[in-house]
């Protein structure tokens, strides 16, 4: 054995490695350590936003409870609303067909007072018995009802008395045809309507228009208790006319 080499019990320990290659390991494992501390550490913060901030089941359902009460409410509101806007146009509706009645009444009471005055006025004009006006409305099963207006001034306070009938011209075929009281009564002898006034009186009544015949003029005729019978004739049209036309 060479006495140069040590014996292999008593070998010299191997030299320490570098520096450098003795720090590598523990550096990387370091890094890792604190990157895991730290995404450790971030996701441990959100999870306690999320548990802060995040809605819980509870205060979501109330929420909701919420919600649907004020949804109610705006719709009974709406609803409410609309009614309140439904009776007032029918009340304004209902105003203004009032006041067309109320306008309608007033200028009928004027022309009224506008006719009383023609005749009881001190300065009215003298008339004798006539007949003012002259009005028929149809009827079912072609009757017409009439309705005649009859005036005098000319005997103050004195009463007017006798009976009104109503004859009819008209053509039928071709042909022209005057139908008598009796006829457009239908009844033989039939007597004629009873009037009585000092001023003016409104005489009504009822008579039938055969099929068929086409009216053209109606005639009055008013036979007094005392004095000589006056007769008045109007056109069909006239005495159909509407009189608010």
């Not at 017409?144 to 103050?156: G, I, P």
């Not at 002898?189 to 009037?195: F, K, T």
């Not at 036979?223 to 608010?244: C, I, K, L, M, Y």
């Amino acid at each position: 054995m060479d006495a140069s080499q040590p014996p292999s019990g008593d070998r010299a320990p191997a030299p320490p490695p570098a520096a450098g290659q003795q720090q590598a390991p523990h550096g990387h494992g370091l890094a890792y350590a604190l990157l895991a501390v730290f995404l450790a550490a971030l996701a441990f913060g959100g999870w306690g936003l999320w548990t802060v901030f995040a809605p819980r089941p509870d205060d979501a359902r109330a929420q909701l409870a919420t919600q649907r009460d004020r949804i109610a409410r705006l719709e009974q509101q709406a609803t409410t609303l609309a009614r309140s806007d439904q009776v007032s146009r029918e009340a304004n509706r209902d105003l203004q067909r009032t006041l067309a009645e109320r306008d309608e009444e007033i200028a009928g009471l004027r022309a009224d007072v506008a006719f009383y005055e023609r005749f009881v006025g001190s300065t009215a004009q003298r008339h004798g018995l006539a007949v003012h006006q002259l009005r028929m409305t149809p009827q079912p099963g072609g009757a017409w009802h009439f309705v005649a207006t009859l005036t005098q001034n000319l005997s103050r306070g004195a009463v007017n008395d006798g009976r009104l009938t109503v004859a009819l011209e008209g053509s039928r075929k071709g042909r022209m045809e005057k139908l008598d009281w009796a006829q457009l009564r239908q009844q033989p002898n039939a007597p004629g309507v009873e009037y009585s006034f000092k001023y003016f009186q409104q005489v009504q009544g009822d008579v039938i228009v055969p099929a068929g015949l086409q009216p053209v003029r109606v005639v009055v005729r008013l036979a007094p208790a005392r004095g000589e019978p006056v007769e008045q004739s109007f056109t069909w049209a006239e005495a159909t006319a509407d009189p608010a036309g």
